[in-house]
């Protein structure tokens, strides 16, 4: 009788913490979801002469924006949290091997567990493609989405305007399309860059682009 009863109580015991545990590893690994943008220093739709231009070039630099609609981080949630930021490499960005640094802005509306969380999000999934970062800071940052078209303000430090493709050509032509996001995308589509700026800082020198197909836009989840 002993021996029964310590055997329910085991498996009581048992029961009671799988219940426990359950939840809270569920809560770690609620996938986060958001929109991305991304502007390059060279045009991702073009023709071949064009792009052989400028695949020697020019290239080697990028604005990357997140804008997190929802899921967790190692248990933080990051629904709201935005960032941005600016890698550099020493050959164009299609070359994966080249070396590359970033330095990275988060939205000052986080919290500090809520950077702690994104930054390490960001260094987990897409350390390949940032490279060394060098800097991390927050500070004020806006990612607004209407209709088609993207605006990122990350004030002193970089902006990005960009509109949809005519008729998605990048969809009709997508020989004509010559990279890949550096963040994987759902829905990726080409957008047209009015304007992206980055205003310099520790990573390369201020540049600015307009008025070229140098734009990836779309659905991050990781």
């Not at 070396?99 to 567990?113: K, T, V, Y």
């Not at 060394?132 to 989405?145: A, T």
Request: some cysteine; overall charge neutral.
């Amino acid at each position: 009788m002993r021996r029964f009863w310590f055997v329910a109580m085991s498996l009581g015991v048992l029961s009671s913490l799988t219940g426990m545990v359950v939840p809270n590893s569920r809560a770690e690994t609620e996938a986060v979801k958001g929109e991305y943008v991304e502007v390059r220093t060279a045009s991702v739709f073009a023709g071949a002469c064009h792009y052989n231009g400028e695949l020697t070039t020019t290239g080697r630099d990028a604005l990357m924006a997140w804008n997190v609609k929802s899921g967790k981080w190692q248990g933080v949630d990051l629904a709201g949290v935005r960032a941005v930021a600016i890698v550099s490499a020493t050959e164009n960005l299609a070359y994966n091997n080249a070396p590359r640094q970033s330095e990275i802005i988060i939205g000052e509306n986080a919290s500090d567990a809520q950077t702690r969380a994104m930054l390490e999000a960001l260094k987990s999934r897409y350390l390949t493609s940032l490279g060394k970062i060098i800097s991390v800071r927050r500070g004020p940052l806006s990612f607004e989405h209407k209709g088609k078209a993207y605006t990122v303000r990350a004030n002193s430090f970089a902006s990005i305007d960009i509109e949809p493709m005519p008729d998605d050509l990048c969809c009709k032509m997508p020989q004509l399309v010559w990279y890949s996001p550096l963040v994987p995308l759902e829905n990726r589509k080409v957008g047209y860059t009015t304007k992206a700026l980055y205003e310099g800082g520790d990573v390369c020198d201020p540049w600015q682009r307009s008025g070229e197909n140098s734009a990836f836009y779309g659905s991050f989840a990781f």
